[in-house]
């Protein structure tokens, strides 16, 4: 049985159909890339799985477990839908960093709000220094963020996904918000999650990136799954036309830029 499975998610706002029959199912410790054109679905998708959107159909299941029928879980209450969303960690494109605390308040602040407790104060602040090493940033522990940089911001966002420890961790476009030059040191930090305990979702513009990542990759079209696979036989051997057309293109952009 699979560790993480999506049946059937289907996603309407008002006559538009953003989501038209998703499903797919990872492995605990795989990496899955969602790509893409802009408006083919993909960030609605992250933001259904992570019960910031509801899904008009569709259910949801992690280790077996049903996490989500969408004729059935929008009625819980919101202290139930609220555990739910634990199982998931999103890091956003836009950072949303408080700008009032450092960046050690930021990644301490979710266990904080969820413990309630002092006798767990030392103890989330010791997690959350070991996970903003872990991202490279001993040295900015004590900075807000308009004391960093974007990419730094990002590495910030990445910790706090993390100090939760979520079964499945989700990235929006994380690299999107930022210069090319702070890109690379993001991916970097990205890419040295990958474990056999960790199942991660990328939803991603670097295709070099998600080839390089990705256990499977899902091209996604007009809110349907068009293509799914692994790495190499999306980027190397696609089958359908609408991926051969949309990797093309990439390559065509990225041969003018060069």
Known sequence: MAFFEIQNFKKNFGTTEVLNDISFRMEKGEVLAIIGASGSGKTT?????????????????????????????????????????????????????????????????????????????????????????????????????HELSGGQQQRVAIARALILNPDVLCFDEPTSALDPELTGEVLKVIKSLKSKDRTMIVVTHEMEFARNIADKVLFMANGMIEEYGTADEVFLFPRSEKTKAFLSKLGDVKGNEE
């Not at 899904?55 to 989500?68: E, N, S, V, Y």
């Not at 004729?71 to 739910?84: A, D, G, I, M, P």
């Not at 103890?123 to 070991?130: D, F, L």
Request: aromatic fraction near 10%; charged fraction near 25%; glycine fraction near 4%.
């Open 45 to 145: 998708l992250l933001r259904c799985i992570n019960f910031l959107e509801k899904a008009d159909c569709g259910r949801m299941f992690i280790d077996g477990k049903l996490l989500l029928d969408a004729q059935t879980t929008y009625s819980e209450s919101e202290e139930q839908l609220r555990q739910k969303r634990l199982h998931f960690g999103l890091v956003f494109q836009s950072f949303n960093l408080f700008p009032q605390y450092t960046a050690l308040q930021n990644v301490m602040l979710a266990p904080r709000l969820i413990y309630k407790s002092s006798e767990n104060e030392k103890e989330i602040e010791e997690q959350a220094k070991r996970l903003l090493a872990r991202v490279g940033l001993s040295d900015k522990m004590s900075n807000y963020p």
